[in-house]
């Protein structure tokens, strides 16, 4: 069973900047699509970000184009988020999720993996 980790989040100014760490607990990381998630309150989770096996290809939900990257590092086991310019409305729970398939970010921004992590609060104030 893969565990994924997220730390990093916590709360900020509105456009202040905050990076996102997921650690992943298998050997194989470079198999895994990556990606992160999120979930405002009272809202349905929806994606932020997906990340190809080498870092290659990414995808990003429009509301955080030019503002949020993602980025892995596979020697590590770890993929961030690194977020700036932080407004109110990216307040949410974000998480982690790993695709063990490595299908192309495409289909797992419609169709999440297998593996999630247990989600980091992120707060930004106005």
């Known amino acids: 069973q893969v565990q994924l980790v997220e730390s990093g989040g916590g709360l900020v100014q509105a456009g202040g900047s905050l990076r996102l760490s997921c650690a992943a607990s298998t050997p194989t990381f470079s198999m895994y699509t990556m990606g992160w998630f999120r979930q405002a309150p009272g809202k349905e989770r929806e994606f932020v970000a997906i990340?190809?096996?080498?870092?290659?290809?990414?995808v990003y939900t429009d509301s955080v184009k030019g503002r949020f990257t993602i980025s892995r590092d596979n020697a590590k086991n770890t993929v961030y988020l690194q977020m700036n310019s932080l407004k109110p409305e990216d307040t949410a729970v974000y998480y982690c999720n790993g695709d063990s398939r490595g299908r192309a970010p495409t289909f797992t921004m419609s169709i999440p993996g297998d593996y999630w992590g247990q989600g980091t609060q992120v707060t930004v104030s106005p």
């Open positions: 990340i190809s096996r080498f870092g290659t290809s990414t």
